[in-house]
């Protein structure tokens, strides 16, 4: 599996279609915690940071297009517990903790399916384009 040290390897000229993506990706996710009365910040509204959470998201799911729905799940514990995060009931930047570091078929439903609608959405934008 192919892992994304950061956004500086993504080459320039995917860059537009790769953000492009990955703001398709968050609205549908938007739309979808909003029908779980979980509401979340439009595109334009969220912080540079977390765009490029989003962005390295769909690279991470272009460079592996074949893994499953629950492949970014593994990818991104594994880089929490390496910068130090470990499990906790509510997450906290000040203690590290955050709730979805556990394996994917520990998240509850709601968790594994939206990570299972933004692979879907990732793998239907590349057949797409």
């Known amino acids: 599996m192919k892992q994304l040290e950061s956004l500086d390897h993504i080459p320039e000229e995917h860059m537009e279609q790769i953000k492009a993506i990955a703001k398709m990706c968050h609205e549908v996710h938007r739309a979808y915690t909003a029908v779980m009365r979980d509401p979340l910040k439009h595109w334009h509204e969220l912080e540079q ?36 995060w470990k499990y906790g009931p509510k997450r906290s930047i000040k203690s590290k903790t955050h709730e979805h570091l556990k394996p994917f078929h520990h998240l509850p439903e709601k968790q594994q399916v939206k990570d299972a609608l933004f692979h879907s959405v990732v793998k239907q934008a590349i057949h797409a384009g």
Not at 64 to 83: L, P, Q, R, S, T
């Open 49 to 84: 940071q977390d765009k490029d959470a989003v962005i390295e998201h769909v690279a991470f799911l272009i460079l592996n297009v074949e893994a499953e729905a629950k492949a970014w799940h593994d990818a991104w514990v594994a880089k929490m517990i390496v910068a130090g």
